[in-house]
Nanobody
Framework: QVQLVESGGGLVQAGGSLRLSCAAS????????MGWYRQAPGKQRELVAT???????NYADSVKGRFTISRDNAKNTVYLQMNSLKPEDTSAYYC????????WGQGTQVTVSS
């Protein structure tokens, strides 16, 4: 089994920054893609950003140039630096890890006030 512990969500004003972290533990042999998704009330969960074990990244168009995903392979931790936050970024953010199958974190709330 794989456990994911997220941290770093909160309330911030528009234009501000937050940094999310997600630490993976457990049976991590073969860990590959790590990433972040988000889901607002009444909406489908959507990709925010992913990063492979080799460092290749992929971003949703809505966050390109504002968010940066990174990972520390030694710590099995993925980060999401979010700058220039907008009210439409308000959502629950979920960590995702692929280790033979996909695992999800419990979610952390990000609220951006206008």
């Amino acid at each position: 089994q794989v456990q994911l512990v997220e941290s770093g969500g909160g309330l911030v004003q528009a234009g501000g920054s937050l940094r999310l972290s997600c630490a993976a533990s457990g049976r991590l042999f073969g860990i590959n893609t790590m990433g972040w998704y988000r889901q607002a009330p009444g909406k489908q969960r959507e990709l925010v950003a992913t990063i492979t074990s080799g460092g290749f990244t992929n971003y949703a168009d809505s966050v390109k140039g504002r968010f940066t995903i990174s990972r520390d392979n030694a710590k099995n931790t993925v980060y999401l630096q979010m700058n220039s936050l907008k009210p439409e970024d308000t959502s629950a953010y979920y960590c995702y890890v692929w280790v033979l199958r996909g695992y999800w974190g419990q979610g952390t709330q990000v609220t951006v006030s206008s």
